[in-house]
């Protein structure tokens, strides 16, 4: 598939050598994408900062609402973050949810077994956006939990660096010297078999519920959740964790209370699935899917 520079795959260069990023934004075209985004997000911020806060959401934090006026946020900044959040809290869960409908359309049985999860505990007439169940749906924990190992929304992991005049650093075994990046490849981590085996190339939800002795199995598994770093690790892991659980256990419970979803005829799943890029983010074409009402 050819590597289409529009914006967020931008990061990838930029993250390796960002001393480009002088010199691209002055190339007339480059990046219009991004600029336009950050029009838009300026244009966002603007509007919110008159209109005020009225729900105690993300920009009234970002915004210092709950500080004193002397304390209020530097727009420059507050538009920066804005722009970050949606960015990283868009495209990431809707790969995640794209990722996961392509599992379970390809997985009849994991389809049926979350169906009936769903129906057991949100049956036709209770509001599937009433979250008091999501918690005990363990089946739709191990599908969320089992495709951001496949195809988590960062393949590459984030860098981090040892700072210049920091002295090297121990990492393990490996010694790193100061000024170099490094980075973990998600990607790779989550499918060394090492870390999860058998089947670690495989969508198998079950591994989780398995080594959570929540169900029996005849084969040895090995299980690493230290390995598992979908939202990263460490001071700097994702902020939106929590939401985006949230968000993916919604939109899932809901697409399944609502709709049969079918894949139009003939889909090649294994197609779909060969042209899933690494481009900063995980990037897929869309999935072809047809929504019947239940
Ligand atoms: C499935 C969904 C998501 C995944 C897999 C994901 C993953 C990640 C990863 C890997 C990072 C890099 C952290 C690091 O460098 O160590 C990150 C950062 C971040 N994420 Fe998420 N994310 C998701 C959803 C969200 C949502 C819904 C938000 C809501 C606003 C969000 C906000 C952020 C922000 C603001 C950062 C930057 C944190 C920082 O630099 O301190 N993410 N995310």
């Known amino acids: ?12 260069i930029f993250d390796s050598l960002p001393w480009l990023a002088y010199f691209a934004r002055n190339v007339p075209g480059l990046g219009e994408d991004v600029k336009r985004m950050r029009e838009m997000g300026i244009g966002k911020a603007a509007l919110r900062n008159k209109q005020g806060s009225k729900t105690k959401d993300l920009f009234y934090y970002l915004s210092n ?3 004193p006026e002397e304390k209020k946020a530097n727009p420059a900044i507050v538009i920066a973050e804005g722009i970050l959040a949606t960015v990283a809290g868009s495209d990431t869960t809707s790969n995640a949810l794209t990722v996961a409908l392509y599992f379970l359309l390809k997985n009849q049985d994991a389809y049926r077994r979350l169906q009936a999860e769903v129906d057991k505990f949100y049956p036709q ?10 918690k005990d749906m363990e ?4 599908v969320i939990n089992e495709t951001l190992r496949m195809y988590p929304a960062v393949m590459s992991g984030s860098q981090r660096s040892v700072m210049r005049g920091q002295g090297g650093k121990l990492i393990g075994q490996y010694y790193i010297p100061e000024d170099t990046q ?17 089947y670690p190339d495989t969508f198998w939800p079950d591994r989780w519920l398995i080594a959570e002795g929540r169900q029996e199995s005849k084969e040895e598994i090995v299980h690493q959740v230290n390995a ?17 659980w949230t968000q993916l256990r919604m939109v899932l419970v809901a697409l399944l209370h609502k709709f049969e979803i079918k894949p139009v005829k003939g ?6 699935e060969r042209l899933i890029t690494e481009q900063y983010i995980t990037m897929r074409t869309s999935l072809p899917v047809i929504l019947e009402r239940r």
């Open 139 to 142: 089946f739709l924990e191990a």
């Open 267 to 272: 889909w090649d799943a294994d197609e779909w």
């Open 65 to 67: 609402d709950d500080l």
């Open 182 to 198: 490094v980075r973990i490849p998600t990607y790779t981590l989550h499918r060394d078999p090492r870390n999860f085996s058998p």
């Open 228 to 244: 598992f770093i979908p939202f990263s690790f460490g001071p700097a892991n994702c902020v939106g964790k929590n939401l985006a």
């Open 125 to 134: 007439g209770e509001d599937p956006l009433d979250s008091k169940h999501y």
């Open 1 to 12: 598939m050819a590597y289409r520079i529009f914006g967020i795959n931008f990061g990838t």
